[in-house]
């Protein structure tokens, strides 16, 4: 009963966490991005107050999950992104709380998202007045990444394109790849390991695990992009050998596996 009792609490908890998200979001695009607009002229300085704020808004909804018993979470290594600029922020995505957990603690985070949530009205004036970069053919869109690079951005991206699937191998996409080898930009690696899995892409917000799941976020090393360049004769070459050196890099650690067991 008892169990029981904490799973209906969780559920509850889990409806207003993401009932505030969509409020908080709404909030944002209705009022604080106008004012934005209204008083702030500069582009740049206007999207680095408007990350600012979807930062702290992020790191408020963390809070509120875990204080409901929600989730628990870790982020180690966070000091690490203060050295980052002109770089990508490349995770493996086992959730649907990955970009929430490193944009929180991003300095700067230039996200790459689906065209969809363009026309989203949750979230459309959010990403439009952060900066965020819309996830267009190719050809257009790495013009756009090599421009917020060289102006020191951090693009966050997961390499898989969507959400993992338990219980199955990673499959990496080469977009990722292909951005750090064409902008020459070097590769900070982060890991989330999820335990027990939740929201998935096949668990919707309502699918409650038995137990309350804890995530555990792990900083890693910086990548530099120059090797992979070597003797490679063709770009594509390149991306591939970075794909390849990348899917067995993103794998969840032995150390943060060993930690979430304790």
């Known amino acids: 009963m008892r169990g029981i009792l904490n799973r209906l609490w969780r559920l509850l908890g889990t409806a207003i966490s993401f ?42 909804f963390l809070r509120l999950m875990s204080a409901l018993g929600v989730m628990s979470y870790r982020i180690e290594g966070a000091d690490l992104l203060q050295q980052d600029g002109g770089c990508l922020l490349v995770a493996n995505h086992p959730s ?6 490193l944009a929180s603690v991003l300095p700067r985070c230039d996200c790459i998202v689906k065209q969809a949530l363009w026309r ?18 190719p050809e257009r869109l790495l013009p756009l990444c090599e ?7 951090t693009l966050l991206i997961f390499p898989e ?66 090797p992979f360049l070597v003797d490679a004769p063709t770009p594509a070459v390149a991306a591939r050998r970075l794909t390849d050196f990348l899917t067995n890099a993103l794998m969840p650690t032995e150390q943060g596996l060993a930690w979430e067991r304790q």
């Not at 421009?147 to 951005?153: K, P």
């Not at 020459?184 to 695990?209: F, G, M, N, V």
């Open 19 to 60: 009932g505030s998200f969509g409020l908080g979001a709404l909030g944002l695009s209705l009022i604080w991005f106008p004012l934005l607009w209204l008083f702030c002229r500069q582009a740049l300085v206007r999207q680095r107050r408007a990350q600012a704020a979807i930062r702290f808004c992020f790191r408020l």
């Open 96 to 101: 649907l709380l990955d970009y929430v957990l």
């Open 120 to 137: 989203n009205p949750f979230v459309a004036g959010v990403v439009r007045a952060a900066g965020y970069l819309p996830n267009v053919a």
């Open 147 to 153: 421009r917020q690079l060289a102006a020191g951005g």
């Open 161 to 226: 394109g969507t959400r993992t699937t338990p219980g199955q191998p990673m499959q990496l996409q080469r977009g990722a790849a292909n951005i750090a080898v064409r902008c020459q930009a070097d590769l900070r690696l982060a890991h989330i390991i999820c335990q027990p899995t939740t929201l998935t892409k096949q668990e919707s917000w309502y699918h409650i695990p038995a137990r309350k799941p804890h995530f555990h976020v792990i900083i890693s090393e910086k990548v530099a992009v120059d």
